[in-house]
């Protein structure tokens, strides 16, 4: 039977079928690390191109975008600009993507921030690294530094998101938050604070602090690294 409807196509010769049938058995015996890479993609591509050798295209990906990661981050566009790569294929890579960020943010939600810091760090990377452009989101906390809330307060141009004090302000009033702690991104993979970073996170900073809400961190997201503001003495 195909593997769900996907694109037609000859039908796949046996040594192919073969193929599929035994790196899956593989990885469902021993799991993501008797797979490499390029296996973990193919895995992927079955789904949406049942009748044909899709590891030429899992290495061409990986290839054009650096890695297995950087892959299923992609944007739609980007990843239907690779040759062999329909709607089909790059839904079931933005799925694989989609539920990645969802298993990052169920380690963290309802968790105390200080006791899974890297567990929050590896959400905030899988959801904004590698995203075109920047977006501002807010982690609101309680009295026990728990994540109560995650919450994307503004998306914006390349270099630019629009962060509005105010309003941060209001929407932790709302959820009953003692403390926030911001995380944005910088689409240019430097996770570096710009000026305007550093006006804003005191702007924010302050008009919370006058209400006794605490800003615990400025997260600033890159592509391989983060910056924070508590670390770098600028809160």
Not at 21 to 33: I, S
Not at 78 to 91: K, P, W
Not at 157 to 172: G, L, S
Request: glycine share 6%.
């Amino acid at each position: 039977m195909p593997d769900g409807h996907a694109e037609g196509g000859k039908a796949a010769p046996d040594h192919a079928a073969g193929h599929r049938d035994r790196l899956r058995e593989r990885f469902m015996r021993a799991g993501v690390d008797a797979v490499q890479d390029y296996e973990l993609l193919e895995l992927i591509l079955f789904r949406a191109i049942p009748r044909r050798d899709v590891k030429p295209l899992a290495k061409s990906l990986l290839k054009t975008f650096g890695g297995f990661a950087e892959t299923i981050a992609a944007p739609t566009e980007r990843l239907m600009d690779v040759g062999g790569v329909s709607e089909s294929v790059a839904r079931e890579l933005k799925i694989v993507h989609a539920a990645a960020i969802k298993l990052a943010q169920q380690r963290v939600l309802k968790r105390p921030v200080i006791s899974s810091w890297n567990d929050l760090l590896a959400y905030c990377r899988s959801a904004m690294a590698d995203h075109p452009t920047e977006m501002f989101r807010i982690l609101f906390l309680d009295r026990k530094n728990i994540l109560i809330a995650d919450e994307i307060q503004q998306k914006g141009t390349v270099d630019h998101t629009p962060v509005y004090p105010r309003e941060v302000v209001k929407r932790a009033l709302e959820l009953g938050a003692s403390a926030l702690i911001l995380v944005h991104n910088h689409p240019s993979g430097d996770p570096t604070p710009s000026r305007a970073d550093i006006e804003m996170t005191k702007q924010v900073a302050d008009a919370a602090g006058a209400l006794g809400i605490r800003v615990h961190d400025h997260l600033v997201i890159g592509k391989s690294r983060e910056a924070s503001f508590k670390s770098l003495g600028l809160l």
